[in-house]
């Protein structure tokens, strides 16, 4: 593991981040410790093997531990909907992480593309994000989560289809069919 390797990896770092912290300022924060735990812990990196990985597993692991030691508000409690740590608009946050071009121009459908991820709950989204912004693998992101392959599929399956329903303006449970 080289510091250029790292560098090249800083904007995929931070983005996934803000899809775990909700806001740019504890992103940052979880940024910088999983570069610090990556830069100590780099002697258990194994040549050859996917950097971006390990890193996204470094960073998750460093997400987990810091959500068990806030406080039950800090860690997901009761707070306004929509809103994510400190206060921060998470569908704010969210659809910048989408095109944050688009969504300085005011694009309304990545603003509501961003609101719906927001509603999803965390395992569905960064499921959906790790998916469709990083391209990674089902086996990539069930190594990063450190849950079954078959866990990814249902959390993107369930977290894709809450999208299409909050989308299409649906809202609720998709309705079943009745097969005879």
């Not at 983005?15 to 806001?23: E, H, I, K, S, V």
């Not at 694009?107 to 719906?116: E, F, N, Q, Y």
């Not at 960064?126 to 391209?135: G, K």
Request: glycine share 10%.
């Amino acid at each position: 593991m080289h510091e250029h390797d790292l560098i090249v990896l800083l904007p995929r770092l931070r983005r996934y981040a803000r899809a775990l912290a909700g806001d740019a300022g504890r992103a940052d924060d979880l940024v910088q410790d999983t570069l610090e735990r990556a830069w100590a812990k780099s002697a258990l990196f194994r040549p050859g093997s996917d950097l971006r990985a390990w890193l996204f597993t470094l960073m998750h692991n460093v997400h987990v531990n810091g959500v068990r030691r806030r406080s039950p508000l800090d860690a997901g409690g009761a707070r306004p909907p929509g809103q994510g740590p400190g206060g921060v608009e998470r569908e704010d946050t969210l659809a910048a992480l989408a095109d944050p071009a688009a969504t300085a121009e005011g694009d309304a459908a990545v603003s509501d593309i961003g609101r719906a991820l927001a509603q999803l709950p965390e395992t569905q989204r960064v499921a959906i994000l790790l998916v469709a912004l990083e391209d990674m693998s089902y086996q990539d992101i069930a190594s990063i989560q450190q849950v079954p392959v078959g866990t990814v599929m249902s959390r993107l399956a369930r977290g894709r289809e809450r999208l299409r329903q909050l989308l299409d303006g649906t809202g609720g449970p998709a309705s079943l069919r009745v097969v005879k």
